[in-house]
């Protein structure tokens, strides 16, 4: 019986140590994101107004808008406990008004 992989031939079976290495291509590549991080230090001139601001703004306006969306989560999530509660309270008094008055009957 043949079955590949197992086989003596060498034919069906697979050469593991032949697998291509996954990621970056250039060895030098810590060394050349050091220099593109220079590059831009000195193009920023470390001055603080460097156009960040916007974008801080941006990240606030955002992370109100996840909070206002997650408080009003919070309160339809709080009205429906609310509504549920109401019903099957509403529902015990239906079902204790049907069995008194069966045991009337």
Do not use: C, F, H
């Amino acid at each position: 019986m043949v079955t590949p992989g197992l086989d003596n031939d060498g034919d069906y079976s697979r050469r593991r140590g032949t697998k291509k290495k996954r990621g970056r291509k250039n060895k030098y590549i810590t060394q050349i994101d050091a220099e593109d991080d220079e590059e831009a230090d000195q193009m920023s001139d470390g001055s603080a107004d460097d156009g960040l601001d916007g974008i801080r703004e941006e990240d606030e306006e955002d992370e109100e808008e996840r909070l206002a969306k997650l408080a009003a989560q919070q309160a339809q999530a709080e009205a429906k406990a609310k509504e549920e509660a109401e019903r099957k309270k509403k529902e015990a008094a239906e079902r204790a008004a049907q069995n008194a008055q069966n045991d009337k009957q």
